[in-house]
């Protein structure tokens, strides 16, 4: 028999653990990559089933209904309304949550409605005898018109039996569980009429929603049946009533609760952790515990990783033939790789932290906490998730703020959110803190560097929300408040999805940002090996003639030779032209280069300077910090990484919208050119600003 | 007096009635939010901040001008 390939979709509402689902299904067989065209995360995964069946697994963004209310939840429409599709399922599987079965049943009844064959999942079957639940799984199997796995993926229950359920696939019945027409049965008598092939409700989600539908001439279907706004959502409120009755008819019967038996777990945290003062107590502890604890533990993985690289470019030089490729391999590449390795330890430990405070359930105490106190600047408690996790990275943070319902508090979120502490930043902190900053503890318990760190990100979140309360000020756009976030249930966080998480977004950040870093680093290798005239090419005579009086001894003259070299290199050129621009905020022209390159993305900050000085430097084998330790001003003859210098540079990298990628998630989220360009300018000039205060009064 | 859920105290019960559909998102409908549903206000955010609610078995959290709008019935 040969293999065959089936389509499964798995939908279900937020918090159901539809994504643990998808991870008991496929294992680690995963791809996770993005929709054309648009910035909606589509993971696929494969599953091999009996009889030699074969699942493409896909897992939808999770939706309250199939009322859309953003780009995340049309997707699931269009690819539901298309059977041309080639992900359009064979097979979807709609994942419900069994302590909140009578809301998740209403995405069912829709999906039912689509006429695609649907097997109804109920999980987290292990919270059942806790809760005092049990199921008549024939009655309800019966009424709902399907057949029910349930399972637990948290234990991994039940999962052999949701794999049969899915081979059967065939026998799964596509017709609705309930007419839900009868709310108005004339309109949709006379719409059925004029388009006799369409599914009705297909033609009620054409009519309701902003949505793309092939085969179907949307303007056709509206300009006859158009209703106003208001008298098309109080059809949809009766609709919503008629499938609530049904649930509740079928639930009586199917769905006994013993409340005698529950213990109310939910209740009591909440009494502490959206209390009116531990809830911000604990917030805030939650904060200090992460950043502290990210700047002490990650410094050791980065300090390898940092010392392997610098002793894999000297054995590199030592043990290949000399030349050009050798150099381009120990001075460029080595040295680029390790520039995008040494972020691992940092934004592995940020995704850590995030994914258990999502997957807990408590990232929705935090935004019910924080609501009344962000929307004093123009923003939502919503607003809050894309701040935090704009610390590892503002472009899955921009993406984020796609369920705040209220587009002002939206545009102002995506606006600031690229002030916030990006992992990108965090490299360039680390290196210029360890170097400015002593490493001594202030009372004897906090370490300095960690609290500068510390100082760094609430700069960043003070800036952001304080631009967000300019710009609340200025920008004037009307728009109702809606706000309504679901608070999940508590859940200790899975290992295996948090694992996933991680290792997915790391290897997604190493891969996109390592592109760019390692193409920059052999640019700028090239830039620096090379340049114009008789003061590069001939620099070995230069310098010759320039001591002749007192001859230098081997080792002097092949240091003043390389930093002739440099120093007259295009990237030299480069550097000494921006100079000027560049000298009253206390950097000197190699700095120059490595913040030019910056604007591609941060991170290339440290490699760009590493690339520099293995350029210009003999030894190989020292760590790039230690190379920024002695770097001289041939001027002053002071340190270039000096106080001053260091904390002018520290608000630079802070404030400066330093990221192509950000720019163009902006552009894609606002869809106008308009936003990003105000951001790069005003972030940019600010830190301008900013970095030479800091210097001209420091130094 | 009319009461809205925003008229509840803490840990109060009351039953949904009539209100402005347009006032309230559709999203709040489909949690739960329906004529004749129970609402039970489980905590409040400081300041005049969100209501925490438990809306038909469903927990929602909503602004203030949201409550304000739907009426409801208290269960003593």
Redesign the interface.
């Known amino acids: 028999m040969s293999i065959q390939n089936i389509n499964v979709a798995l939908i279900g509402n937020p918090n159901t653990g539809k994504t643990s689902v998808f991870n008991q299904l496929t294992g680690l067989n995963q791809q996770v990559g993005n929709y054309p065209g648009i910035t909606v995360e589509k993971k696929m995964g494969f599953c091999k089933l009996p009889n030699n069946i074969k699942a493409n697994i896909l897992d939808l963004p999770g939706t309250?209904?199939l009322?859309a209310?953003s780009i995340d939840e049309n997707m699931v429409i269009e690819l539901l309304l298309n059977k041309n599709d080639k992900l359009y399922p064979d097979v979807a599987l709609v994942v419900t949550d069994v302590e909140?079965l009578?809301?998740n049943l209403?995405l069912y009844t829709q999906i039912k409605d689509l006429e695609i064959p649907t097997i109804l999942v109920i999980n987290m079957a292990d919270r059942m005898e806790s809760k005092g639940i049990s199921l008549d799984i024939p009655y309800l199997e019966e009424h709902l018109k399907t057949k029910i796995a349930l399972i637990s993926s948290r234990k991994g229950h039940g999962i052999e039996e949701l794999k049969n359920l899915i081979v059967d696939y065939k026998n799964i019945p596509n017709e609705p569980c309930l007419n839900a027409s009868i709310i108005d049965p004339e309109y949709f008598k006379s719409l059925q009429h004029a388009f006799p092939n369409q599914l009705l409700y297909k033609l009620w989600l054409v009519i309701t929603q902003d949505v793309n539908f092939l085969n179907l001439d949307r303007n056709e279907v509206r300009s006859t049946f158009t209703k106003s706004h208001?008298e098309l959502?109080?059809l949809?409120?009766k609709e919503?009533?008629k499938r609530?009755q049904f649930i509740n008819d079928v639930l009586k019967e199917g769905l006994k609760v013993d409340h005698t038996v529950a213990t109310d777990f939910?209740?009591k945290l909440?009494r502490i952790l959206?209390h009116?003062v531990w809830g911000y107590v604990v917030f805030f502890a939650i904060l200090f515990i992460i950043f502290q604890a990210i700047f002490q533990w990650a410094t050791i993985p980065m300090d390898f990783i940092d010392s392997t690289f610098a002793s894999l470019s000297a054995l590199a030089a030592e043990r290949l033939p000399s030349g050009i490729l050798t150099d381009l391999i120990s001075q460029g590449i080595i040295p680029g790789i390790g520039g995008i390795l040494i972020f691992i330890p940092q934004i592995a430990f940020l995704f850590l932290f995030i994914s258990i405070l999502e997957e807990s359930g408590y990232m929705?105490r935090v935004?019910?906490?924080m609501?009344?106190?962000m929307r004093k600047f123009g923003l939502s408690?919503k607003s809050v998730v894309p701040l935090i996790s704009g610390t590892a990275c503002a472009i899955p943070a921009i993406m984020a703020t796609r369920n705040i319902?209220n587009w002002k508090e939206r545009l102002i979120t995506i606006l600031v959110t690229p002030f916030t502490t990006c992992s990108a930043r965090l490299p360039v902190y680390a290196i210029i803190i360890s170097l400015v900053i002593p490493d001594e503890r202030l009372f004897g318990f906090l370490n300095m560097q960690g609290l500068t760190l510390m100082l760094l990100y609430l700069l960043g979140f003070g800036t952001a929300i304080l631009s967000a309360y300019i710009l609340n000020k200025i920008l004037k756009i009307k728009n109702k408040?809606?706000?309504?976030?679901?608070?999940?249930?508590y859940k200790t966080p899975l290992f295996k999805n948090v694992a996933i998480n991680v290792v997915e977004k790391t290897k997604a950040f190493v891969f996109g940002a390592g592109k760019i870093i390692l193409a920059i680093s052999v640019v700028l290798w090239f830039l620096a090996s090379y340049g114009p005239g008789k003061n590069f090419n001939e620099a070995e005579a230069i310098v010759i003639e320039r001591h002749k009086d007192k001859p230098l001894d081997d080792f002097e003259f092949e240091e003043a030779v390389a930093s002739q070299k440099i120093e007259n290199s295009y990237i030299g050129l480069m550097g000494k032209t921006i100079e000027p621009i560049i000298s009253p905020l206390g950097y000197d022209w190699k700095i120059g280069i490595a913040i030019i390159s910056s604007f591609a993305a941060r991170e290339v900050f440290v490699g760009t300077l590493a690339t520099i000085y293995s350029v210009g430097g003999t030894d190989n084998e020292a760590t790039i910090k230690s190379k920024m330790q002695e770097e001289i001003n041939p001027q002053t003859g002071e340190k270039i990484f000096n106080f001053a210098s260091g904390i002018s540079l520290l608000l630079f990298y802070a404030f400066a919208l330093q990221c192509a990628s950000t720019l163009a998630i902006t552009k894609k989220e606002t869809n106008s050119w308009k936003w990003p360009m105000i951001q790069l300018v005003l972030m940019s000039g600010f830190a301008y600003i900013t970095a030479l205060l800091a210097y001209q009064l420091l130094k | 007096m009319k009461n809205s859920i925003h008229s509840l105290k803490k840990g109060e019960k009351a039953t949904i009635k009539e209100f402005d559909?347009?006032l309230v998102?559709?999203?709040?409908?489909?949690?739960?939010c329906?004529?004749g549903n129970m609402v039970e206000l489980?905590?409040i955010?400081?300041?005049?901040?969100?209501l925490?609610l438990n809306i038909?078995?469903?927990?929602?959290?909503?602004?203030i001008?949201?409550a304000r709008v739907i009426e409801v019935e208290i269960i003593k």
Request: no cysteine.
């Open positions: 309250y209904s009322n209310s909140n009578k809301r209403l208001s959502k109080r949809q409120q919503t009533i609530y939910r209740a909440d959206t009116k929705s935004v019910f906490l609501d009344k106190i408690g319902e408040t809606y706000f309504v976030v679901e608070m999940p249930s | 559909i347009d998102p559709l999203k709040l409908l489909e949690m739960g329906l004529p489980l905590q955010a400081p300041f005049g901040g969100p925490y038909n078995g469903s927990h929602v959290a909503i602004r001008e949201t």
